[in-house]
């Protein structure tokens, strides 16, 4: 926050430098929750220009990953919500892998021709589902375009966050950690993300329902660290949650189911009132 300068020249050397192009995004985000969208968009734009370049070689993440956070930061500074940010980043990067903007021009076929030669087994599989009549290209082009706008979403909302953080360190100390332990989705807009899955089904966009439950699971996460916050408990209790979070599938199944009853009964207004 120095200068407009100095943060144009951070974006783009942080963007060009392999790994390194979340560093771009979260201070594109920065400028932009603090400045506005328009006068923020040098910055932006310096971190996009290598971002284009990366795409050109075949790397989709950066650009990808710098748009939508760009996209959900106008969001949070226009609404203040954190909810309704993370539903349009959501809907953005749906809508990305629906148009196939993760699946460059014959990765498809590369990836089929992969299987085929390297797993005999998923390529029997293939063959008997293209016997029954299903579209195995499309298949593979929504499997890389799913995984893909996965990891682009989650690098996404994590660099909104640290920019969030960045920006409640220099003018809200502990502002961050309150907004996002009161994190939760209102039963509205669990409409929202159920009519786009609905939606997507019936107009045969299966790419548009792919996404829709990350805010939910990011809720989810809020909620647990509102809880721990909550109950004072020591911080090795999130390791602990992330762990089980990454290495055991239910967990995630478990967090989601949390986090929708907690759309519904507000579990951390319930907690205060008790304590």
């Not at 290598?50 to 956070?69: F, K, N, R, Y």
């Not at 085929?116 to 929504?142: C, E, F, W, Y």
């Amino acid at each position: 926050m120095q200068g407009l300068p100095q943060a144009m020249l951070g974006a783009a050397i942080s963007t060009l430098v392999p790994w390194l192009f979340w560093l771009g995004a979260a201070i594109a985000a920065l400028m932009t929750l603090r400045k506005g969208l328009a006068s923020a968009l040098p910055v932006i734009i310096a971190a996009t220009v290598p971002a284009g370049w990366w795409w050109s070689q075949g790397d989709v993440v950066p650009l990808s990953s710098i748009l939508l956070v760009t996209l959900m930061a106008v969001v949070l500074r226009a609404r203040m919500r954190w909810s309704e940010a993370l539903i349009v980043g959501a809907l953005g990067g749906a809508l990305m892998i629906q148009v196939g903007s993760f699946t460059p021009p014959g990765s498809s076929e590369a990836l089929l021709e992969q299987l085929h030669q390297g797993a005999p087994q998923i390529a029997t599989m293939l063959d008997d589902l293209a016997s029954q009549g299903v579209d195995t290209q499309r298949l593979a082009d929504l499997l890389m375009g799913g995984v893909t706008g996965l990891v682009v979403l989650l690098m996404a909302v994590a660099c909104l966050a640290l920019a969030r953080s960045w920006q409640a360190g220099l003018y809200n100390p502990g502002g961050f950690r309150e907004e996002f332990h009161a994190l939760r989705l209102s039963p509205r807009e669990l409409l929202v993300l159920l009519g786009v899955g609905v939606a997507g089904a019936v107009l045969d966009m299966p790419g548009l329902g792919m996404l829709i439950w990350i805010p939910l699971l990011i809720a989810g996460i809020a909620l647990v660290h509102g809880f721990i916050g909550l109950k004072g408990m020591h911080g090795i209790w999130l390791g602990v949650f992330y762990a089980m979070l990454i290495f055991t599938w239910p967990m995630i199944l478990i967090v989601l189911l949390v986090a929708l009853l907690d759309s519904f009964v507000n579990i951390r207004a319930r907690l205060g009132s008790g304590n």
